[in-house]
Structures are given as C-alpha cells and as structure tokens.
C-alpha cells in the first residue's frame, strides 16, 4: 500500500496485491471490492456515511498476469503456474493531524504448508502504510517499489531480487527485511474494519526471524535494494522487505513494505506444489 500527496491534505492511496491464478484460498480478491479503514492515532477516523470503512472499487482493466520466471532464469515455469497483479486505487482527503494516520486492509489466512510461521494457517495479513505528520507538512508521498516480484526462486542456486524503490520527493531510502503484520482471523477473513493500529507482527517458527525468512542465506543491500538469495530447499516461505525514505536532515519521512508471500523455491528439475503469493506496496516498502 502507497499514497502520493496531491496538495490541499489530498492523496491517491494505492493498494497492489499479488496471487495465485489458481489459488482456492484466494480466488475472491481479483474480482470484488476491498474495504479500508483510516485511523488517527488508534482511532477509526473515517466515516463516511455512518460507516468505518472505506471502499476501494475493482475494475478488471487494473487486473493483470504477470510473468513468473525467476530472476536468474534458471528454469522455464510449467504454464500452471500463473501470478496476478490487482491494483485498487482512491483519492482520500484527510486533513492535518499531529498523530498521523494509519490506513489498513486486512485478510486472512496464510498457506498453511508455511514451515517459516507459527499456525500459519490461523494468521492474517495487514497491508497498511501510515502518513506521518512531517509527511503531512511537507507534503511527501510513500516509496513506491519499481518491480514486480516473481514468486519463484531456484534452489541452490543465487537468485538476485530487484526490490528498489522510487522516491517521488527525491529523499534517501533504505532498505531493510521485516516481519509482516498480523491482520484478520478465520472466523473474520474479510472484515470491513480492521483492527485499530499498533498492528502485531507474524509469529515465526523457531530458526527463523524476519531477517532469516528463508532456509539457506539471504541478505539485502541496504542501499540499493538487491536482495541475494540462495535457498537451500524446495519450499514456501515468506519474505518482507521494508523501505524508508529520509529527507536531507536525516528525519523519518515516509515508508512501504512489500511482503513476497510467498516465494516458491524451485531447483533445476522439480516443480513443487501450488503456492499463494500476496504482495502490497504500503507501508515500509512496496
């Protein structure tokens, strides 16, 4: 999830997920409606009329296939293998606010074959950015992540990841890994407000931690935002990737979070099971 600041407190807020062609858990998401809520604070601020969240249409010319390969082009994928981009956008006007404003979308749950997370089949997803007050005085808008990323990675073999991003106001970035949020439960999967901020972090299983997401070695440049990975198993993992942009005074302005969820780790020959992938391009990274 992503804004850019218009001028006059007005931004376009956009929301980008990633999926499975295929996926049963989440063959709803392309072709309906997503709802949002804004917070100030830890307070539901929008409420337009008499509800607490706000709708972000779909329209199927903002649906589109992407191609899957890896990024070292190690393995041509079998053509059931099928990713789709789905992109929401909205123009929000939201006035100052010393607190700052919290925006959220919440799903759930997870592919439960997720070795790296703890009941990864009962945990959700919040795709969120936050307009911080000095973002709101200067007018600055998010980070927005230039590439799309494939699901896939090859096995034992070093796979590099475009995961940079481009600064609309010209400030720094870095990059860095960080653990997704929880966000909805299986009793709720689609709830059209989500939980009030500060928003909780994935539980990982033991051995792993957002800096090690994977099984084998992974890193990110700080600077650039290439990733080098090279996984030293055939399966699902869950990858967040931050990014902050600086202004020349060194001050937090804004930041997005793109989660790959999930890669799915192939080697030369073999072709694993289906996986979901789910990105967003808000809040710490695209």
Same mark, same amino acid.
């Given at each position: ?6 001028? @006059? ?13 295929? $996926? ?5 998401? %392309? #072709? !309906?409606?997503?709802?949002?809520? +804004? ?34 082009? =190690? ?6 293998? =099928?990713?789709? /981009?789905? +992109? ?38 919040? &795709? ?5 007050? /000095?973002?709101?005085? +200067? ?10 990323? $494939? %699901?896939?990675?090859?096995? @034992? ?15 720094? &970035?870095?990059?860095?890994? =960080? *653990? ?9 999967? /689609? ?8 928003? !909780?972090?994935?539980?990982?299983? #033991? ?9 084998? #070695?992974?890193?990110? @440049?700080? !600077? ?8 030293? *198993? ?7 990737? =931050?990014? *902050? ?8 302005? *804004? ?5 790959? #969820? +999930? ?5 030369? !020959? ?17």
């Amino acid at each position: 999830m992503t804004y850019e600041a218009l001028g @006059n407190n007005v931004y376009t807020l956009t929301l980008t997920i990633f999926r499975d062609c295929e $996926s049963a858990m989440f063959t709803p998401i %392309p #072709n !309906q409606d997503v709802k949002i809520t +804004v917070f100030n604070g830890d307070t539901i601020y929008y409420t337009a009329p008499s509800q607490s969240s706000i709708t972000m249409n779909y329209y199927p010319h903002n649906s589109t296939e992407l191609p899957v390969n890896p990024s070292n082009g =190690c393995l041509i994928p079998p053509l059931t293998v =099928c990713m789709e /981009k789905v +992109v929401y956008e909205t123009n929000l006007h939201l006035p100052y606010d010393s607190l700052g404003y919290h925006i959220a979308y919440q799903r759930c749950c997870r592919d439960p074959s997720l070795p790296t997370l703890n009941n990864p089949d009962l945990t959700g997803i919040t &795709l969120s950015t936050f307009i911080s007050e /000095k973002a709101q005085q +200067v007018g600055n808008s998010s980070p927005i992540f230039n590439e799309n990323f $494939s %699901p896939i990675m090859c096995a @034992n073999e070093l796979n590099i990841i475009d995961a940079s991003a481009t600064d609309l106001n010209g400030d720094s &970035l870095v990059y860095t890994f =960080c *653990a997704p949020f929880l966000g909805a439960s299986p009793f709720f999967p /689609k709830p059209d407000t989500a939980s009030h901020p500060p928003f !909780q972090e994935v539980a990982y299983s #033991n051995g792993f931690s957002a800096t090690q997401p994977i099984m084998g #070695n992974i890193s990110i @440049n700080s !600077q650039t935002g290439l990733i080098h990975a090279t996984p030293n *198993a055939i399966r699902e993992f869950i990858i967040g990737i =931050c990014t *902050a942009s600086r202004s020349k005074t060194k001050a937090f302005i *804004a930041a997005s979070q793109a989660i790959k #969820n +999930v890669f799915k780790h192939f080697n030369h !020959q073999t072709v694993g099971q289906r996986t979901i992938l789910i990105g967003h391009i808000l809040l710490f990274f695209k």
